[in-house]
């Protein structure tokens, strides 16, 4: 097999990440004969220097033909000038919209090894392994109209429009599904259908999935607001939970504080199952950005980066076997006491990106 990769470093400590993957796609094509092929396109401010936009229509066209890409970050201060169109960001929308990556994965683990450092007490986020499947691509941010309207009389109307339909809930909701069943075999659903039609269909179409084609999968709802409270009061019950775009951005980010540093956390963005080939579109990415403050420092935390690749090996190749190596190298070397500044702690040896890479590849 061939397995064909993008990688788009970006900017600041993105290229600092994207270098410590490399060394373990090298280990897994020498030693597993995983036949990864990669090739290397601009995106952000990178590709705004080059060619004037934030990804060009070629780099766009090797995105869609790769069978997976993985980002690294895009921004920073030279860029804030940029008219809208043209910044950073817009690179990563355009990524998201022509892929069509309608579900967002993102896991909240804590590392045994960093409990400590969690904003909450320890015992409520020790191994805690929860994955939160966001859709990306309807909802509030996208429904029209969308407009802020002039009444005249010194008032004006913001209009936002949520709509969701059934084909959108019924994606999202297989995403999470299947999901479960890689892991634990639970999923709760969050809307607010006490209040929302939205969250009426929500409920109704997640349900009927459910019980047609998933009845081995455990499902429960949630109102989002008791979801949120219960993120942060005993976050353990979870492990796949399924919300729309406006709540999942928002407890994403509540679950991310669960776990310590944002130099932790990765991401998959997927698209729909192509029924001819089986295969889907997909982008990895860890969550966060690009750290302009410790950017060419040699000291950014590669291991959201490299957690990305591990979600690439599940999701886009159901190389579960190297997924699972990957992430317990990740686990040992932290258990080891190997720490990048952002998640040092008293006792540990605190490395650079490198250095960090090398453990996890050693591992
Ligand atoms: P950020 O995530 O880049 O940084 C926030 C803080 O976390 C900084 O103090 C940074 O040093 C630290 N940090 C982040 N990743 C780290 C890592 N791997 N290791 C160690 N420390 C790490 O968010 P910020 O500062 O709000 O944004 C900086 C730039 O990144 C902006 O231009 C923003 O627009 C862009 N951005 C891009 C994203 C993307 O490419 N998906 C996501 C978020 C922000
Ligand atoms: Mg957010």
């Given at each position: 097999t061939t397995r064909k990769l993008l990688l788009l470093p970006g900017d600041g400590i993105g290229p600092e990440a994207m270098g410590e993957v490399s060394k373990i796609i090298a280990i897994l094509n020498d030693e597993a004969a995983a036949g990864f092929e990669t090739e290397t396109g601009l995106v952000g401010g990178a590709a705004y220097d080059a060619h004037g936009a934030a990804i060009s229509d070629a780099d766009m066209a090797r995105a869609t033909a790769a069978d997976a890409v993985l980002f690294g970050a895009v921004g920073g201060p030279k860029w804030d000038a940029v008219p809208y169109d043209l910044r950073p960001e817009a690179g990563l929308l355009r990524l998201r919209k022509e892929m069509a990556l309608f579900a967002n994965l993102r896991p909240a683990i804590c590392y045994p090894a960093l409990a400590e450092a969690s904003s909450l007490k320890?015992?409520?986020?020790?191994?805690?392994?929860?994955?939160?499947?966001?859709?990306?691509?309807?909802?509030?941010?996208?429904?029209?109209?969308?407009?802020?309207?002039?009444?005249?009389?010194?008032?004006?109307?913001?209009?936002?429009?949520q709509v969701y339909e059934t084909y959108e809930i019924e994606r999202i909701a297989?995403?999470?599904?299947?999901?479960?069943?890689?892991?634990?075999?639970?999923?709760?659903?969050?809307?607010?259908?006490?209040?929302?039609?939205?969250?009426?269909?929500?409920?109704?179409?997640?349900?009927?999935?459910?019980?047609?084609?998933?009845?081995?999968?455990?499902?429960?709802?949630?109102?989002?607001?008791?979801?949120?409270?219960?993120?942060?009061?005993?976050?353990?019950?979870?492990?796949?939970?399924?919300?729309?775009?406006?709540?999942?951005?928002?407890?994403?980010?509540?679950?991310a504080m669960l776990t310590g540093s944002l130099g932790m956390l990765p991401s998959a963005s997927l698209g729909a199952v192509d029924a001819a080939t089986g295969t889907r579109k997909a982008l990895y990415e860890p969550v966060h950005g690009s750290a302009p403050d410790i950017a060419g420092k040699g000291i950014a935390n590669p291991i959201a980066m490299i957690a990305s690749f591990a979600m690439m090996l599940r999701y886009s190749f159901a190389m579960t076997r190297e997924a699972d190596a990957l992430e317990a190298a990740i686990a040992g070397v932290l258990e080891a006491g190997t720490r990048t500044g952002d998640i040092m702690a008293p006792g540990c040896r605190q490395v650079g990106t490198t250095e960090m890479g090398d453990a996890v590849a050693a591992a």
């Amino acid at each position: 097999t061939t397995r064909k990769l993008l990688l788009l470093p970006g900017d600041g400590i993105g290229p600092e990440a994207m270098g410590e993957v490399s060394k373990i796609i090298a280990i897994l094509n020498d030693e597993a004969a995983a036949g990864f092929e990669t090739e290397t396109g601009l995106v952000g401010g990178a590709a705004y220097d080059a060619h004037g936009a934030a990804i060009s229509d070629a780099d766009m066209a090797r995105a869609t033909a790769a069978d997976a890409v993985l980002f690294g970050a895009v921004g920073g201060p030279k860029w804030d000038a940029v008219p809208y169109d043209l910044r950073p960001e817009a690179g990563l929308l355009r990524l998201r919209k022509e892929m069509a990556l309608f579900a967002n994965l993102r896991p909240a683990i804590c590392y045994p090894a960093l409990a400590e450092a969690s904003s909450l007490k320890r015992e409520l986020v020790d191994g805690l392994d929860i994955l939160i499947v966001r859709e990306l691509t309807g909802g509030v941010y996208f429904g029209s109209p969308k407009e802020i309207v002039d009444l005249g009389n010194g008032q004006k109307r913001g209009v936002d429009t949520q709509v969701y339909e059934t084909y959108e809930i019924e994606r999202i909701a297989r995403a999470a599904f299947e999901a479960a069943r890689t892991r634990h075999g639970k999923v709760t659903s969050m809307e607010k259908r006490n209040v929302m039609k939205t969250g009426v269909l929500w409920n109704e179409v997640v349900s009927r999935i459910g019980r047609d084609e998933y009845p081995d999968v455990r499902l429960e709802h949630m109102l989002a607001d008791a979801g949120g409270m219960q993120l942060v009061r005993a976050p353990k019950q979870f492990d796949v939970i399924v919300t729309d775009n406006l709540f999942g951005d928002m407890l994403s980010d509540i679950a991310a504080m669960l776990t310590g540093s944002l130099g932790m956390l990765p991401s998959a963005s997927l698209g729909a199952v192509d029924a001819a080939t089986g295969t889907r579109k997909a982008l990895y990415e860890p969550v966060h950005g690009s750290a302009p403050d410790i950017a060419g420092k040699g000291i950014a935390n590669p291991i959201a980066m490299i957690a990305s690749f591990a979600m690439m090996l599940r999701y886009s190749f159901a190389m579960t076997r190297e997924a699972d190596a990957l992430e317990a190298a990740i686990a040992g070397v932290l258990e080891a006491g190997t720490r990048t500044g952002d998640i040092m702690a008293p006792g540990c040896r605190q490395v650079g990106t490198t250095e960090m890479g090398d453990a996890v590849a050693a591992a």
